[in-house]
């Protein structure tokens, strides 16, 4: 229990607050060990949960309002299907990033973002096609496979839990300082056919600068107390 003027952690069964004498309203009563409540204290509900592919069902339901609604817009304007494809690509990827989690009893990090990353390059190899580009191979491949990867990297720090709260957030901005030099390069290479960085600089100073000092503040003990309270990290 923590001060709600302050932020100091309480003792259990504190009046007030020992640092700024904020009256605690309703502090935890110190009982003994043996003790036990003559009713309980929450009764048990049943909840009834609905299923995944319940839920999968009705998104699909509620996407094919808009799906219907621009493809016959569509054909009524052009005769055939042009640009509704886009529209309906989009919407084909947001099912997919809302139900992937949806896979297995249990959402799966890997499992998730690979279906996400398929719809993706698939949406935009279609996006290719449509404008006739060349731009696909170069620099939409290798970005997106990138980019996935920073975030499973992010995910499995975030999963594993093996680095402090600061130390995981120092890495993860790192990473998407990485992510934005590979970034920069893939554009010279695809597009200006030069090895080279301009933009990405920027950030890439920022983000290694707030890395930096994340893994300062890991290291004192202190400014960690004062963070844990005042954010309850």
């Not at 060990?33 to 319940?54: A, C, H, I, V, W």
């Not at 042009?82 to 997919?96: I, K, P, T």
């Not at 970005?143 to 995910?155: D, N, S």
Request: proline share 6%.
């Amino acid at each position: 229990m923590y001060c709600v003027q302050c932020g100091v952690e309480l003792a259990p069964g504190t009046a007030e607050c020992p640092l700024c004498k904020t009256p605690v309203l309703s502090p935890d009563p110190v009982r003994p060990e043996d003790y036990r409540p003559l009713f309980p204290q929450k009764q048990s509900q049943t909840k009834t949960r609905m299923g995944n592919g319940l839920k999968a069902i009705l998104i699909a339901l509620i996407l094919m309002i808009p799906a219907v609604s621009v493809l016959i817009s569509d054909l009524s304007l052009s005769g055939r299907i042009s640009w509704s494809g886009l529209v309906l690509g989009g919407l084909a990827v947001f099912f997919v990033f809302l139900t992937s989690p949806m896979y297995g009893r249990e959402p799966r990090l890997g499992v998730v973002l690979f279906l996400d990353a398929a719809a993706v390059l698939l949406y935009l190899l279609y996006l290719e096609d449509y404008t006739g580009g060349r731009w696909f191979v170069p620099f939409a491949l290798p970005l997106t496979v990138v980019f996935f990867l920073c975030l499973a990297l992010i995910g499995l720090l975030t999963e594993k839990k093996r680095l402090s709260v600061l130390k995981t957030v120092g890495v993860s901005l790192f990473i998407l300082a990485a992510f934005c030099v590979i970034c920069d390069l893939l554009i010279h290479l695809a597009f200006l056919s030069a090895f080279g960085i301009s933009w990405s600089q920027y950030p890439l100073f920022i983000l290694l600068l707030l890395g930096g000092i994340c893994f300062a503040a890991d290291r004192s003990e202190t400014l960690k107390e004062k963070l844990k309270k005042k954010f309850f990290l």
